[in-house]
């Protein structure tokens, strides 16, 4: 098992470029979350899904999108890239009664994103 | 919505034990996560509370107070390793809200 995987681990984007943040799973999980964490802050939720098709804004969900056409993959799309958006992005996965926790809704996080925008 | 508070720093001597607190407001609760992140990783799961009372997990426990909206984690026997920030999560309906996490420097 390769867990949650996120690619790339680093990027540098002028301002107004677009990308694409990749993130997999391979746990079958239904839920998928992206999270971006700035210096010294916790981490705030930039959107999630609860399964194939069904995605929903988190807390900070300007300037980004998602799709969820398969169960193992949840790609995050940068359009217009802003400097507000430096940051480290983290993807996470969870599996309703994950290991030993019946009905804890544990997040596996993948490596983490840095993208810097200037 | 949620809104999640817990100290920012904190010094401490190996071999001591140290608690971490945090108090929450949410609309929704489906249990309390604590999570370890070192500099430069992603968090990984500590523990987790849903009904009251204390979770014990080796060296790591966390208490759960759902009536004031108030946990802690205790870690006990301090190793060099444990310095990390620790993030405080609440589930409110599938979605972990994060407290901006408790940053623990374990000195010799």
């Known amino acids: 098992n390769a867990g949650v995987t996120q690619t790339p681990k680093f990027r540098i984007l002028k301002i107004g470029q677009s990308m694409t943040l990749q993130c997999a799973q391979d746990m079958n999980h239904n839920y998928m979350y992206w999270y971006r964490q700035d210096p010294g802050m916790g981490l705030k939720l930039i959107y999630y899904s609860v399964g194939a098709g069904i995605t929903d804004k988190g807390e900070v969900p300007n300037g980004y999108n998602v799709s969820r056409s398969t169960t193992e993959d949840f790609p995050l799309r940068l359009e217009l890239a802003a400097p507000s958006q430096t940051s480290v992005y983290f993807c996470a996965s969870s599996g309703p009664g994950q290991g030993a926790i019946p009905g804890a809704n544990v997040l596996t996080f993948g490596a983490g994103s840095r993208l810097t925008v200037l | 919505g949620q809104n999640i508070d817990q100290p920012t720093e904190m010094t401490a001597t190996e071999g001591a034990i140290v608690q971490i607190n945090c108090t929450y407001q949410?609309?929704?609760?489906?249990?309390l996560f604590w999570y370890q992140q070192h500099a430069g990783e992603a968090p990984t799961f500590l523990s987790y509370n849903v009904l009251d009372g204390l979770e014990e997990k080796g060296r790591f426990s966390s208490f759960l107070s759902r009536s004031k909206g108030y946990s802690y984690l205790l870690l006990k026997e301090l190793q060099m390793k444990d310095s990390a920030s620790y993030l405080c999560?609440?589930?409110?309906?599938?979605?972990?809200?994060f407290g901006k996490g408790n940053q623990v420097v374990v000195i010799p």
């Open positions: 949410t609309s929704g609760f489906n249990g």
């Open positions: 999560a609440v589930d409110g309906n599938n979605r972990l809200a």
